[in-house]
């Protein structure tokens, strides 16, 4: 087992910038792939990126290339992303996740945080 918790969340206005991160606790941290999802009020949850298990590897969905990166630390059991430029339509609740490898996919991810809020203003 995997726990994640994800912190950092918060209001800022657009333009602006936030910091999340996910702490890890359980088992090894740097087996897994760490993917970044989100899901705005009355929509599906949508993918956001995701970091390979060396911090080697990343990707973006196109609607945050570019403004956000995803970094992690293995030996602090983290793993963040940090959000720049931020837009009203980022407003969601955010989630991390741990998977045995990297995936576009929020069902091959099996672990899951609580999520956080970031609500961005116009």
């Known amino acids: 087992q995997v726990q994640l918790a994800e912190s950092g969340g918060g209001l800022v206005q657009a333009g602006g910038s936030l910091r999340l991160s996910c702490a890890a606790s359980?088992?090894?941290?740097?087996?897994?792939?760490v993917g970044w999802f989100r899901q705005a009020a009355g929509k599906e949850r949508e993918f956001v990126g995701y970091i390979n298990w060396s911090g080697g590897s990343t990707y973006y969905a196109d609607s945050v290339k570019g403004r956000f990166a995803i970094s992690r630390n293995n030996a602090k059991n983290t793993a963040h992303l940090q959000m720049n430029s931020l837009k009203p339509e980022d407003t969601a609740v955010y989630y991390c996740?741990?998977?045995?490898?990297?995936?576009?996919?929020?069902?091959?991810?099996?672990?899951w945080g609580q999520g956080t809020q970031v609500t961005v203003s116009s």
């Open positions: 359980g088992r090894t941290f740097s087996n897994y792939a």
């Open positions: 996740a741990a998977a045995a490898g990297v995936s576009l996919r929020s069902y091959q991810y099996s672990y």
